[in-house]
Nanobody, 124 residues
């Protein structure tokens, strides 16, 4: 499966952006989906994940209550709604797909398909 992330851009602190991940060459319904990000001078980190059927989600603590991950298997997409953005959210965001068991979805080593990344810049 090939993934393409989009929707990044410039936002004001407190603003919102919605990222989208579109898949081709396969069905996303067989994958747990994740979003990761890499800020300036930082290592890539887990942001959020959603289970195959969309029934379970997981977030890193810093985005809980602000970000919402969702998916539409019929459209082969997975989105990340980001609200109340702050400067610490500035990063390149990547969507990724994994078949790993749910308990390990925060570990990027288990993701085999990655989107190209989309840049989110939050100005304060």
């Amino acid at each position: 499966v090939q993934l393409q992330a989009s929707g990044g851009g410039l936002a004001q602190a407190g603003g919102s952006l919605r990222l989208s991940c579109a898949a081709s060459g396969g069905s996303l319904s067989t994958y747990n989906m994740g979003w990761f990000r890499q800020g300036p001078g930082k290592e890539r980190e887990f942001v959020a994940a959603i289970s195959r059927n969309g029934g379970t989600t997981k977030y890193t603590d810093s985005v809980k209550g602000r970000f919402t991950i969702s998916r539409n298997n019929a459209k082969n997409t997975a989105d990340l709604q980001m609200n109340n953005l702050n400067a610490e959210d500035t990063a390149v965001y990547y969507c990724a797909a994994t078949t790993i068991v749910w308990g390990r979805v925060t570990e990027e080593a288990f993701y085999k398909a990655w989107g190209q990344g989309t840049l989110v810049t939050v100005s304060s």
